[in-house]
């Protein structure tokens, strides 16, 4: 078998959940499970850590469908809700959670002829999704008049810039926030990831975890509060050939890399069929043996190579590590120009993935 995988580690994402709780323990953290759970498997996670959470966030109705239809009964809150009556009647046959963000959507579940468990999002800022922050008591009494809600709404908002420590722009929301909630004996929900890591002030009734579960920090590198996070997913690929060539020569399509000097060239069985991502340019690093080597070339819908030149140790059959415990994601993803967040979500349905701790 080819040697390309996914090792994933449950045990890594639950101490990373559990820091998290740690961080805010006056609030319930949900985890947040959408896009496959960033890559590392949707069910798989889901499952490490429904016994330790009040409830699951996903993205869209159809990952909250498969989750109920593989068995998960934990409570689950679709993020970006739903768009027509049909969804509203599939997500209160389900028994799920719905985010709330617009007039239409009210028709909708009007129209659908049953009442929802629901949160109601506020724009207090991002200007992506969300009733005017101001409107909020009056949308809360519509929705409890026409008797559209099963149970207290939560009323939530997503910050813009939180991965800023210190950022003016959140300052300006959390006041939008506070003032438009003010007197609405509900809960709150206002922190992601970065928020839970360097805004204490945002933590409220419900904190959203998602991309600190899979073990890096969404803000800027070295910021104390990333540290006791773990990598949860090492994404490593087999070495399959070695060869030599003469400085002039060049490696792979368009000829892009061109040796300086004699030079060692090592393949390695990934590509950007596999997620790996085809601009990553020359000097992108990957982990082998203990040392760190630079991608040499365009990557290949199966296949990278890399510069193995002073690398005497290594062989055919070698491990490389793209990114994980011991090459993190953000330093691949600073040499590519990307985010974290993109290239483990970009890992394909090819890569068999391997769970420790299941």
């Keep these: ?196 890591l360097a805004w204490p002030e945002s933590h409220a009734d419900w904190n959203r975890a998602g991309y600190m579960l899979y073990g890096d920090s969404p803000l800027p590198g070295g910021h104390p509060a990333g540290e006791p996070l773990r990598p949860a997913m090492r994404f490593e690929a087999e070495l399959i050939a070695l060869r030599e060539i003469a400085a002039g020569e060049s490696v792979g399509y368009g000829a892009r890399w061109t040796a300086e000097q004699p030079a060692v060239i090592g393949t390695v069985a990934v590509g950007y069929g596999d997620g790996y991502p085809r601009h990553a340019p020359d000097g992108t690093p990957v982990f082998v043996n203990g040392r760190i080597a630079p991608l040499a070339g365009v990557v290949s819908m199966d296949m990278i190579t890399i510069d193995l030149t002073g690398h005497d140790d290594v062989s055919v059959g070698d491990t490389v590590e793209l990114w994980g415990d011991r090459l993190p994601i953000q330093k691949v993803a600073a040499a590519v120009g990307t985010i974290g967040y993109e290239l483990m979500t970009r890992v394909s349905e090819r890569v068999p993935k391997l769970y420790l701790n299941g």
């Design 1 to 196: 078998m080819r040697g390309t995988r996914a090792v994933i580690d449950l045990a890594a994402i639950r101490a990373n959940y559990r820091y998290a709780c740690e961080l805010a323990p006056a609030a319930r953290t949900m985890p947040v499970i959408k896009a496959n759970a960033y890559g590392h498997g949707m069910l798989e996670v889901a499952n490490a850590l429904a016994p330790l959470a009040p409830a699951l966030a996903v993205a869209i109705l159809e990952e909250a469908v498969s989750l109920r239809e593989a068995g998960v009964t934990s409570p689950v809150l679709v993020l970006e809700g739903v768009h027509d009556a049909a969804g509203f009647a599939e997500a209160r046959v389900r028994d799920l959670t719905v985010m709330l963000h617009d007039a239409e959507q009210i028709s909708a579940l009007a129209a659908s002829g049953v009442p929802v468990k629901a949160w109601i999002k506020l724009d207090t800022g991002m200007h992506r999704l969300g009733f005017p922050a101001a409107d909020a008591g009056r949308v809360v009494d519509d929705l409890t008049h026409r008797g559209l809600l099963v149970d207290k709404p939560v009323l939530c908002t997503h910050l813009a810039c939180a991965d800023e420590p210190g950022n003016t722009h959140t300052r300006a929301q959390l006041r939008a926030f506070a003032a438009a909630t003010r007197g609405l004996d509900l809960p709150r929900s206002i922190s992601n990831s970065a928020a839970i």
